[in-house]
């Protein structure tokens, strides 16, 4: 089973600022990685595939980079509704993982 | 506009069944690539089982056997039969549609295994 790893857990950062969230694959899948956002009491929503391609609506401050084995999501001005937390998914192999999750928190 | 509902979650015994239904509005389930996905408080996002758009099915290795992935065209809709249920199976499930990613989800049904 493909193992993905976030970091780090918790991320203390103040509006308006820059966040960088890593996610790293136990074995190479290429650009296979989708990244989520999950508010309290909701469902998790889409907000990249493929690495890097910004789903429908998603705002352009959300950018998604890498290959491999080694992914980031940046977050470029950080906007009061952003303050969720983050999951990294793998869809290269069956079974599709999870990474365990940033929490990014309001400095 | 798409929309997901699901149902048939509640309380069940170890070793109990349950059926969830997902209904799906605004695209055709058959088209697609559905999945069930769960969560729980301490293992977090857990994917469960996908259904092709071809028909062809998935499962995470812990439930091959016990659950089964279903559509009916007819009423558009996802299920989700889950035999022999263990206390790890308590989560919230969602039904979510793949288009690249999971881009529509459902509100969720929580599953409870408890005696």
């Known amino acids: 089973e493909m193992v993905m790893t976030q970091s780090p857990a918790t991320l203390s950062v103040s509006p308006g600022e820059r966040a960088t969230l890593s996610c790293r694959a136990s074995?190479?899948?290429?650009?296979?990685l989708a990244w989520y956002q999950q508010k309290p009491g909701q469902a998790p929503r889409l907000l990249i595939y493929?690495?890097?391609t910004r789903a429908a609506g998603i705002p352009v401050r959300f950018s998604g980079s890498g290959s491999g084995t080694e992914f980031t999501l940046t977050i470029s001005s950080l906007q009061s509704e952003d303050f969720a937390v983050y999951y990294c998914?793998?869809?290269?192999?069956?079974?599709?993982?999870f990474g365990q999750g940033t929490r990014l928190e309001i400095k | 506009e798409v929309q997901l509902v699901e149902s048939g979650g509640g309380l069940v015994q170890p070793g109990g069944s349950l059926r969830l239904s997902c209904a799906a509005s605004?695209?055709?389930?058959?088209?697609?690539?559905m999945h069930w996905v769960r969560q729980t408080t301490g293992k977090g996002l857990e994917w469960v089982s996908g259904?092709?758009?071809?028909?062809?099915?998935y499962y995470l290795p812990s439930v091959k056997g016990r659950f089964t992935i279903s559509r009916e065209n007819a009423k558009n809709s996802l299920y989700l039969q889950m035999n022999s249920l263990r206390a790890g199976d308590t989560a919230v499930y969602y039904c979510?549609?793949?288009?690249?990613?999971?881009?529509?989800w459902g509100q969720g049904t929580l599953v409870t295994v408890s005696s």
């Open positions: 979510a549609r793949w288009y690249g990613g999971w881009d529509n």
């Open positions: 605004g695209f055709t389930v058959s088209s697609y690539d």
């Open positions: 259904l092709g758009s071809a028909g062809d099915t």
């Open positions: 074995q190479s899948i290429s650009s296979n």
């Open positions: 493929g690495a890097s």
């Open positions: 998914q793998q869809y290269n192999n069956w079974p599709i993982t």
